[in-house]
T-cell receptor, first 115, second 110 residues
C-alpha cells in the first residue's frame, strides 16, 4: 500500500493555464506538506497543513493555493502557470507534535513542465 | 536554523562502510540532527536523527561529536541501492519546517 501518493506523476502544460496536483496519505497523519524541487535540485518547503489548517506558508506566490478537504488530502492548485513553476513537487506527511513533525514521509513527486 | 555543511559528493565501494560527514558548528542546544536521503527520481526518505548520543537503527548509525558541532552518518555495508543524495538537517521544534541543503551525492560502486 502506498503511504503517500500523488497524481499525476507527470504534468505538461502551457503557460497561463491552471492546474492541480493531488496528494493523499493513508498513514493517519494530521500534518501534510508541499515541497518544490527546482532544476538545481534544491528542495524547499512551500506549505504545511495541520488538520486542514495552514501552518507554514513560505512566501509562495498567491497563484499557489493549497486546499485540504480532509486531513488525508492536501491538493495544490496553481493558477496562471509560469515557466519558473517547472519543477518537481513533493507532498509529505507527518504525525503532529514536537519532533514528530520532523519525521516526514514523502510522496513520489509530480514533475511539472510548463511550456 | 543552524546551517550545515556537507561534501558535495563521495564514492564508496559496495559492501564497505559509507561515512558521510556533516558540520553544524552553530547548532543550538535544543536542535537535533536529522538525516534524509533522496534516491534518484524518488521523494526524500527519513533515515535517522539524534540529539547528542549516538543512534543506530536498521538503516544506519549516527555519530555526533561531543561538542555537537559535527556528525557522521554511517551506512555499515553500502549497497548499490544506497546510491542517493544524503541530506543532513539541523532542526528543533519548528513544526516540521525542514530546510534541505545541497546534500552529499553518494555513489556506491561495484
Amino acid at each position: 500500500d502506498t503511504a503517500v501518493s500523488q497524481t499525476p506523476k507527470y504534468l505538461v502544460t502551457q503557460m497561463g493555464n491552471d492546474k492541480s496536483i493531488k496528494c493523499e496519505q493513508n498513514l493517519g497523519h494530521d500534518t501534510m506538506y508541499w515541497y518544490k524541487q527546482d532544476s538545481k535540485k534544491f528542495l524547499k518547503i512551500m506549505f504545511s497543513y495541520n488538520n486542514k489548517e495552514l501552518i507554514i506558508n513560505e512566501t509562495v506566490p498567491n497563484r499557489f493555493s493549497p486546499k485540504s478537504p480532509d486531513k488525508a488530502h492536501l491538493n495544490l492548485h496553481i493558477n496562471s502557470l509560469e515557466l519558473g513553476d517547472s519543477a518537481v513537487y513533493f507532498c509529505a506527511s507527518s504525525q503532529v507534535g514536537g519532533l514528530s513533525y520532523n519525521e516526514q514521509f514523502f510522496g513520489p513527486g509530480t514533475r511539472l513542465t510548463v511550456l | 536554523d543552524a546551517k550545515t555543511t556537507q561534501p558535495p559528493s563521495m564514492d564508496c565501494a559496495e559492501g564497505r562502510a559509507a561515512n558521510l560527514p556533516c558540520n553544524h558548528s552553530t547548532i543550538s542546544g535544543n536542535e537535533y540532527v536529522y538525516w534524509y536521503r533522496q534516491i534518484h527520481s524518488q521523494g526524500p526518505q527519513y533515515i535517522i536523527h539524534g540529539l547528542k548520543n549516538n543512534e543506530t537503527n536498521e538503516m544506519a548509525s549516527l555519530i555526533i561529536t561531543e561538542d555537537r558541532k559535527s556528525s557522521t552518518l554511517i551506512l555499515p555495508h553500502a549497497t548499490l541501492r544506497d546510491t542517493a543524495v544524503y541530506y543532513c538537517i539541523v532542526i528543533g521544534n519548528q513544526g516540521g519546517k525542514l530546510i534541505f541543503g545541497q546534500g552529499t551525492e553518494l555513489s556506491v560502486k561495484p
